[in-house]
């Protein structure tokens, strides 16, 4: 059973636009959200991260929106660049079970010039 | 330094080899895990190790085999694997308590002939 389900599995986006992938859960125990960003050939690195007691949190061009009562938070990369393209994953984890990572199954996402 | 190491990068076998995979970190991490990831697919949970006690084993096959020699040391032997346990084989850590930020390492790539 898929504990976070991830869309879109692609998505093309152009030059200055705005990217934004799709997260939900079930389970209301989790309570840290992050979101990883890989390269290929590499190993996926932590863009940013939220808790529930928050429902935005903003680094740079990187927001999540996270809307508990719903059970979905959302990545949104403004004016994303060709540098941006990479798989981004979801994640959700509890704290108190060992730090274990639920991932959503990925977005593949490509900037064009 | 907020780096975890893997090594060998490259690593090809056959089915009837016996080989390890290296992984080191020393940002103080008390919590250590596998995971094994296929193209274009999240990485899967293999092993979690919490204060070098192996807490999590997501009923992974018994030709893997964790050790936990050290705090910031952590090995997967390997031995009679399949052609389908080819992958990308990630490690990675994370401080224990409040913040369940993990750490990736790049990851070994695993041929099994």
């Known amino acids: 059973q898929q504990q976070v389900k991830q869309s879109p599995q692609s998505l093309i986006v152009q030059k200055g636009g705005i990217s934004i992938i799709n997260c939900a859960y079930e389970n209301t125990a989790f309570d840290y959200f992050p979101w990883y960003q890989q390269f290929p050939g590499k190993g996926p690195a932590l863009l940013i991260a939220?808790?529930?007691?928050?429902s935005e949190k903003k680094e740079g061009r990187f927001t999540i929106s996270f809307n508990k009562s719903a059970k979905q938070f959302s990545l949104h990369i403004m004016d994303s660049q060709p540098g941006d393209s990479a798989t981004y994953f979801c994640?959700?984890?509890?704290?108190?079970?060992?730090?274990?990572?639920?991932f959503g199954t990925g977005t593949s996402l490509t900037v064009i010039p | 330094d907020t780096e975890v190491t893997q090594t060998p990068k490259h690593l090809v076998m056959g089915m009837t080899n016996k080989k390890s995979l290296k992984c080191e970190q020393h940002?103080?991490?008390?919590?250590m895990y596998w995971y094994k990831q296929k193209a274009k697919k999240p990485p899967e949970l293999m092993f979690v190790?919490?204060?070098?006690?192996?807490?999590i084993n997501e009923s992974v096959p018994s030709r893997f085999s964790p050790e936990c020699p050290n705090s910031s040391l952590l090995n997967l032997h390997l031995h009679a694997l399949q052609p389908e346990d080819s992958a990308l084989y990630l490690c990675a850590s994370s401080a224990s308590g409040v913040y369940n930020e993990q750490f990736f390492g790049p990851g070994t790539r695993l041929t099994v002939l």
């Open positions: 190790y919490s204060y070098e006690k192996l807490s």
């Open positions: 994640a959700a984890s509890m704290m108190n079970t060992g730090n274990q990572f639920y």
């Open positions: 940002m103080g991490h008390r919590a």
């Open positions: 939220i808790r529930p007691d928050v």
